[in-house]
């Protein structure tokens, strides 16, 4: 038996019908570029966040670009968020002229450490930009406590927590924007890229949409310097049709995940994702394989490759943390700067989690880690 870490086609034939049905209809309209299947997929979208207001644009990284812009930050700006994310969150940051500005990851949470996030504020930091990080939400009570106590904007990387909540309300409706992405491996993804951010102040959605079209308030007339980044019509019908499911696809996800804490538990050498208080949305299940001291090899990546072998696929996030990726070699964070996100690069892996996995395939991961780790247990000792 071989099991993918993702399998995109099989949600696609669970919908079926509905979703050829909607994308047909968008064909057969002629309106491919906004039009009424991207404005309702917006107001369903801003409603199942909990806000009044949903942009739709080409992608996540879009989106944290059009939010940043949006409320005006840009060079000479600092940006405090952390090293531990996909590259996007802080090329974002770049992209629109401001400094990322990183600091450390909790080790139990993967998150970023907000007892050290005051110490990283300085007379030029603008925002907040915590990430959600596999979907498990960020203390958003206290970043917000934060931010209002300096003054700072807040902007939730939301990529992979689409559904997540945090304290009972849904990521993306804490801070000053939320960036979503519907990459197709998030929680709500497209048939292709797609992003959104999500607000509650009309003004900055408006602005966020007029720079997502060239910065063109009506036809031609262009008051600023803006992007081409739409949400296409095409993708707006299908995720339209997954919408509703999420609920759902989300249930399966942390079922998946308890069953793994479960059936995982005590196996030496393992240390298993901690769920934090309710609202994990588990876009990712990744453990940790801890190292052993002086050891010439990763424990990590030898339990990763039987895995492989036994047919079992996983994948590492992040392998490099962002501040020592070499296109930040010129922010000089030299090695050991953060030390826990430097740590769970080496030691992190993700196991397959995606709704349609199935009891019988997740047995089979469980049952070959099972197999593998006591005979892998001498080189973690
Ligand atoms: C996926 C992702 C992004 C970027 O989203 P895209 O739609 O791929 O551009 C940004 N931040 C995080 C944390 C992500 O996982």
């Given at each position: 038996m071989n099991v993918p870490p993702f399998s995109l086609g099989e949600q696609l034939l669970e919908l079926g019908e509905a979703l050829d049905q909607a994308v047909l209809e968008v064909l057969r309209s002629g309106q491919y570029i906004g039009g009424a299947a991207t404005a309702d997929f917006e107001a369903a979208f801003a409603a199942a966040c909990g806000v009044p207001h949903a942009v739709g644009c080409n992608s996540g990284t879009d989106a944290l670009v059009l939010a940043l812009r949006g409320l005006g930050i840009g060079p000479g700006d600092e940006v405090i968020t952390t090293s531990f994310s996909f590259f996007a969150t802080a090329e974002a940051i770049s992209a629109v002229g401001a400094t990322p500005v990183f600091v450390d990851v909790r080790e139990g949470s993967y998150l970023i450490d907000l007892d050290q996030?005051?110490?990283?504020?300085?007379?030029?930091t603008r925002a907040l930009l915590p990430v959600h990080l596999f979907g498990r939400p960020v203390d958003m009570e206290r970043v917000c406590a934060i931010a209002e106590r300096h003054g700072l904007r807040v902007i939730e990387d939301c990529a992979q927590a689409t559904g997540a909540r945090w304290a009972g309300r849904p990521v993306g409706s804490w801070g000053d924007a939320g960036c979503f992405s519907f990459f197709p491996t998030k929680n709500l993804g497209g048939a292709g890229d797609g992003g959104a951010v999500t607000c509650r102040d009309p003004e900055l959605a408006r602005r966020v949409r007029e720079l997502a079209v060239?910065?063109?308030?009506?036809?031609?007339?262009?008051?600023s310097l803006g992007y081409n980044s739409r949400l296409d019509a095409i993708q707006a019908a299908v995720l339209a049709v997954k919408l509703p499911h999420l609920p759902r696809w989300l249930e399966c996800r942390r079922d998946l995940a308890l069953r793994y804490s479960q059936q995982l538990a005590g196996l030496p050498g393992l240390q298993l994702p901690d769920p934090g208080p309710e609202g994990h949305s588990w876009n990712q299940y990744v453990l940790r394989v801890t190292s052993a001291v002086g050891a010439a090899h990763s424990p990590r990546d030898q339990l990763k490759q039987q895995l492989q072998d036994a047919g079992v696929n996983t994948i590492i996030y992040y392998p490099i943390p962002i501040h020592r990726q070499p296109a930040y070699?010129?922010?000089?964070?030299?090695?050991?700067?953060l030390p826990v996100t430097e740590r769970l690069c080496g030691e992190v892996l993700s196991l397959p989690i995606f709704p349609e996995l199935g009891e019988a395939r997740q047995q089979r991961v469980i049952e070959v880690l099972h197999s593998l780790v006591p005979a892998a247990q001498p080189l973690a000792a």
């Open positions: 996030l005051e110490a990283a504020i300085t007379p030029a060239h910065g063109m308030p009506r036809r031609y007339l262009h008051t070699a010129d922010l000089g964070y030299g090695p050991g700067s």
